[in-house]
């Protein structure tokens, strides 16, 4: 990191990509090219998981070339004008993902959690029903930085 003055602690990062409303998941495909795309996601302890289509789609393409991801996630940001710059509070995560194939529902009951606390029965209720259509993938933290900039 090149400002080591904005660079914080693991535990710091941790709990920014923890409090963060959504990151980008990036890979790699075949064809070189970078894939970035914005999810919700969730944390428990050295996993991070998020939903998508069932087997389908450019993210579980990429997975199946290389499992090696980036995982980016800004808890807040805010642009201060006059003095032509941004106050940020950032993480991100190098690792490997995977389709996870058992225990999806403790995943998809954390981000329930997370995101749909006070709806959480009616949560239930949609994973019940769509779980034969849901995929989750499961990315396991390698490496994690964060920088703050107030």
Not at 6 to 12: L, M, P, V
Not at 122 to 127: D, M, P, R, T, W
């Amino acid at each position: 990191m090149r400002r080591k003055d904005r660079e914080c602690d693991e535990q710091t990062a941790r709990q920014i990509l923890a409090n963060a409303e959504s990151g980008v998941f990036s890979t790699v495909g075949e064809d070189g090219y970078p894939y970035g795309v914005p999810v919700n996601h969730v944390v428990e302890g050295d996993k991070i998981y998020f939903h998508c289509s069932f087997n389908v789609g450019h993210k579980q393409e990429n997975l199946k070339f290389c499992d090696k991801v980036c995982f980016t996630a800004v808890e807040s940001s805010e642009v201060v004008p006059e003095k032509r710059s941004t106050r940020f509070r950032s993480a991100i995560v190098f690792g490997t993902a995977k389709r996870m194939t058992d225990d999806r529902h403790h995943a998809l009951e954390l981000i329930l959690d997370k995101y749909c606390a006070d709806c959480k029965e009616a949560g239930l209720q949609e994973i019940k029903q769509m779980y034969d259509r849901t995929d989750v993938i499961e990315i396991t933290i390698e490496k994690i930085t964060g920088k703050i900039h107030l």
